[in-house]
Each structure stands twice: as C-alpha cells, then as structure tokens.
C-alpha cells in the first residue's frame, strides 16, 4: 500500500518551504523502504526551488544527502535486509540499458537519469526527495553507510563528499599532485578533507578571508584570498587540478592562470549563466576544462568507504525541520561552517 508520509516542500518557484503530506510509491520486487534519518541541505536544493536552471516540477520536495534505515523490503531485494544503515544520493533510476549505464556512469544515462527529486520516475510521477520520513528506493541505486560514519555527518557525503572525490579520483590525485580548492562551502570543506587524505598538497582559494583557520586545520598547507589579485598572480601556474565549488560565476581566464602545464579545471560549481574564457588561457599551458556531475552509485559507495577508512566526514550544523527556511537564507549568505543537516524526526514532529 502507498505509504503517506510527512514532508517538507516548496510549492511554487522560490517560496519558502512549508509542511505538506506526500504519497511515496509502493514497495515493488527491488524496492527498499527507508526511514530517514538525516538529510543534508546542498545548495543545489537551493537552486532547484529558486527554479534557477528552468523550470521545476512543483511542488518540489528537495533533498538528496540522504541517510537512514532499512524498514521493508521487496520479495526480490538482495544486498540488503532489515536494519541496514544506507544511503541515497542524487540519482534513484536511470535505464540500465545504455552505454553509460552499462558502463556504470548512470548518472550520464543517454535517456537522463531519474533524479532524486525534481524528476519523473519510470511511472511518470513526479520524484520527491529527502526532506521527508521515508523514501522508497530501487536498492540498486541505494548505498551503505559503514559502520564507521555516524549518520548526520555520512549524510553530505551522499552528494557534496561523492561530486569532489570522484574527479579527485579520476585525475589521480595523491602524493606530489598540487589541487586547489576555489571555494570552501559544503563541497569545498569535503575537498579540501578528501584531496589532503589522499596525500595531494591543498590550497585553499576563497573569497572570506575568516575561512583560513578552518582551511589549514582541515588539511589545506596553504589559503589564497581571491579578492587579492596580487596572491593569485603569485600562484599562477601552480595547480595541476583545480576543483571550482563556487555557486556562481567565476573569472574563468584567471582560475586557467593558475594552472600548471596539463593542469585540468574541474567544473562542479554551478554560475548563474554561460561562462567565457580566451583560449590562450588553455593553449599556454595545455590546459582542459572539464565537468563532473556528482557520482554513480559506485562511486558513492567508494567515497563513503574512503571516509570510513580515513575519518574523512562533513562538519555539521543540525536544524529541525522548522528552520529550513533559515537555513536556506544563510546558505545564500555563505553563512555556513560547512553543511546544514536535518534530523528527519523532527518532520514528524
Ligand atoms: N557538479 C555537481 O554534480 C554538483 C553537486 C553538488 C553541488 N553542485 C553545485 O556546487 C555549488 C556549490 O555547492 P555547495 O553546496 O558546496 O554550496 P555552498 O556550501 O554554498 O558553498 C559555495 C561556496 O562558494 C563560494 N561562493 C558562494 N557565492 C559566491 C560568490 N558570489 N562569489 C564567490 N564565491 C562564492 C563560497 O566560498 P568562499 O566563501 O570560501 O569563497 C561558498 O561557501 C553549487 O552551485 C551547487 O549547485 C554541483
Ligand atoms: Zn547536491
Ligand atoms: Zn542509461
């Protein structure tokens, strides 16, 4: 039977977020039931319900940092059984047929994969996230939590951990890699955890200066202002990967600057609009400019497991349900030391 359950929802394109009911779908052959427990807030929660990439399907239940409980389970799931501790991140379908996803890229499935909220699923309805009690999710697009992660700090590893390890990965970084982190926000301060865990020398970029101690007490051996354009003349050609986690515009040109010989831009921030740069900026220096969108479900899996490993996890404030919209307002400050996260038990309260 359909299961309604309690939520969280922005009912018109930059609303704020109100207490509504919502209907999660019935447990079908490889579907878990998971009670929530924690649910980060990403600022692409904030874009989504501002509709700053077009239009949305309203109303929109946002989140996709999810961490909880397996309470039921279909006749067909296999990996995991009543009690587990799991995950759900951004994606929760894609069509298993194309390159991508037989590949394990679904998040770049031919046919676009099912986002976790502001999507349709496979029946045509509307996908609602975790700002919520309980999600219903195909266990193959579900992750588990090692027993080492405490669930609230887990959960913005789900999207903002998994988006900058997987390039962090992919590039190799490690020992002797120089990586830049532009930004320290909620994908900035995991970057900053998991580059320096993995033995790649960290320089943090940033707008607010206050940042620094944070910074260098995360991992980071060095902090550049970027209001400063004297610092950044100083690092030009220093980086073999920067990580760009900014939630607007950035002086592309410059960031390629920075960059030494084959040194790769990754794009994980997204501006408000289309971006220019010259392309000397990448010629001197046999430079890329590359995106990355979050992770597969592998990939999510291999993050959480390298932070279990290595102690890696988000810093945290927690807020009930009823200070989303506070939270949401602060966020768009920049006034958050480095993720909001909210205990799911307080939208049944
Ligand atoms: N590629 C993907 O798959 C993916 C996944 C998740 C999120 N995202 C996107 O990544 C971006 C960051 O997300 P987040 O959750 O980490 O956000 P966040 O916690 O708000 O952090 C963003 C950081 O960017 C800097 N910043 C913000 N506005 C700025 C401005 N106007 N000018 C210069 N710097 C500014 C600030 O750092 P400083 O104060 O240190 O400068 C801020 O802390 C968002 O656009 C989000 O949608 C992409
Ligand atoms: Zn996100
Ligand atoms: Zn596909």
Not at 3 to 31: N, Q
Not at 41 to 66: K, N, S, Y
Request: net charge negative; aromatic share 6%; with cysteine.
């Amino acid at each position: 039977m359909p299961l309604t359950v309690p939520a969280w929802a922005a009912p018109a394109p930059g609303a704020p977020l109100e207490p509504t009911a919502i209907t999660r779908r019935d447990i079908g052959e490889r579907d878990v039931l998971i009670e929530i427990a924690h649910t980060g807030i990403c600022h692409t929660d904030l874009h989504q319900v501002r509709a700053d990439w077009g239009p949305g399907i309203f109303p929109m239940v946002p989140g996709h940092e999810i961490t909880g409980t397996v309470t039921a389970a279909g006749p067909g799931v296999q990996r995991y059984a009543l009690g587990d501790r799991v995950g759900v991140g951004c994606l929760v379908d894609s069509c298993r047929e194309c390159s991508a996803c037989r590949a394990g890229d679904e998040q770049y499935c031919a046919r676009g994969h099912t986002a976790t909220y502001n999507s349709r699923d496979r029946y045509g309805e509307p996908t609602q996230g975790g700002y919520s009690t309980h999600i219903v999710v195909d266990e193959r697009y579900v992750v588990r939590i090692p027993d080492a992660l405490e669930l609230d700090r887990a959960a913005p590893l789900l999207c903002a951990g998994v988006t900058v390890h997987a390039p962090l990965v992919r590039r190799g970084a490690g020992a002797g890699t120089r990586v830049a982190v532009l930004g320290l926000g909620g994908l900035g301060h995991l970057a900053v955890q998991l580059a320096h865990a993995m033995g790649a020398e960290v320089t943090v970029l940033s707008r607010s200066p206050h940042k620094r101690d944070d910074a260098l007490r995360l991992g980071a051996k060095a902090f550049a202002t970027t209001s400063d354009p004297s610092v950044l003349g100083d690092l030009a050609g220093s980086f073999d990967l920067l990580l760009n986690t900014v939630s607007a515009g950035v002086d592309l040109d410059a960031c390629l600057r920075l960059l030494a010989v084959d040194g790769t831009f990754v794009g994980l921030g997204v501006p408000d609009g289309p971006s220019a740069f010259g392309f000397f900026s990448l010629m001197l220096g046999r430079r890329s400019i590359e995106g990355s969108l979050f992770g597969s479900v592998a990939e999510t899996q291999r993050t959480l497991d390298f932070c279990a490993r290595t102690g890696v996890a988000a810093e945290i404030e927690t807020v009930t349900a009823d200070r989303i919209n506070e939270a949401f307002d602060r966020l768009a400050r920049g006034d958050v030391r480095y993720r909001f996260v909210i205990d799911a038990g307080s939208f049944s309260a």
